[in-house]
């Protein structure tokens, strides 16, 4: 058992001091051990288990399917692979919008039990303003998301950009310094036009993290399989990729299939073999067939 607190070099606090600085804050969400890892060593600051796991690792067609347990499974494995990024777990569907007890409850499985550092939870209202507050209360950090929120897919009628005028983006600027006021440490800004995010960047205290909200947020979060150019079911205009993945993938899988196959693999420097004294006894050996 490691008797070492779970403190990592970025914190909230750093979060807070690069918004003060003008420091851009980098993020970027992560589902398993070594994508964590590797994510962590090239010195991310932000690893966000989202709750896209449920579309891009579990193949799911929206967020809403994934489940506590799924959550706090691989907020676990994420965990193993991170020393240096603040690692903020996203409640589930349903996790923290019954009520109070529960969402606290919920939030703090994420700490005790998977090793993350902060939660996200979606929304503006009074009710998950109050849950906020109650989880900053209990020594759970949150981070605030607004604008398009994927567990309202259904009441936003689609994936469609939100904050398109001005009253939209006053009622998103009000959202987020209630969220502020409740204690959240940042807020993530999902599809809004850069405009409002510029405006609600500036209007608040806390650092903002754009995610299709433009140039002007405190930071900037992607889904690592959309960078990556592994999750191919669709590409949010937003999401710049670095790498095709996909098709390095499949070019890997059917050459180890060709070789299977040509018997070119496995090949005498792949395999393990018997010493000679035991080459030899296999020789003499007689096998009653
Ligand atoms: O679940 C997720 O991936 C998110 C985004 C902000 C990246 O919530």
């Known amino acids: 058992m490691s008797l070492k607190p779970n403190i990592k070099p970025f914190t909230i606090i ?3 001091k690069y918004k003060n600085e003008g420091r851009k804050i980098t993020c970027l969400t992560a589902y398993d051990y070594s994508t964590a890892k590797f994510i962590d060593e090239s010195g991310i600051d932000i690893i966000l288990v989202g709750d896209s796991l449920s579309m891009v690792a579990l193949g799911h067609s929206t967020t809403h399917s994934v489940t506590m347990d799924e959550m706090i499974h691989h907020t676990k494995a994420v965990a193993r692979g991170v020393k240096n990024s603040l690692i903020v777990a996203d409640m589930p569907f349903m996790s923290y919008q019954i009520d109070e007890s529960t969402a606290v409850n919920n939030a703090g499985r994420f700490l005790k039990e998977a090793n993350a550092q902060a939660v996200k ?3 503006g209202s ?6 906020v507050k109650h989880c900053v209360e209990a020594g759970i950090p ?3 998301h607004l604008g398009f929120t994927p567990q309202f897919l259904y009441t936003l009628g689609g994936y469609n950009i939100q904050g398109k005028n001005v009253e939209a983006t006053e009622q998103i600027l009000e959202q987020a310094l209630a969220l502020q006021e409740s204690g959240a440490f940042g807020v993530v800004l999902e599809m809004i036009p850069e405009e409002s995010a510029k405006l609600i960047t500036e209007s608040l205290s806390i650092p903002t993290i754009g995610i299709g909200a433009g140039r002007f947020c405190s930071g900037q979060i992607l889904v690592i399989d959309d960078i990556l150019g592994k999750f191919t079911d669709f590409t949010p205009k ?4 670095y790498v095709d993945l996909a098709s390095i993938i499949k070019k ?3 050459e180890y299939k060709e070789d299977i196959i040509s018997g070119d693999f496995p090949s005498a420097s792949e395999v393990f073999n018997l010493g000679d004294e035991e080459l030899i006894k296999l020789a003499n050996l007689d096998i009653k067939k």
């Open 238 to 241: 937003f999401a710049r990729k």
């Open 252 to 254: 890997a899988v059917s």
């Open 142 to 144: 949150v981070l605030g």
């Open 14 to 16: 750093t979060c807070q």
């Open 121 to 123: 939870l979606e929304g």
């Open 126 to 131: 009074k009710r998950i303003t109050d849950t």
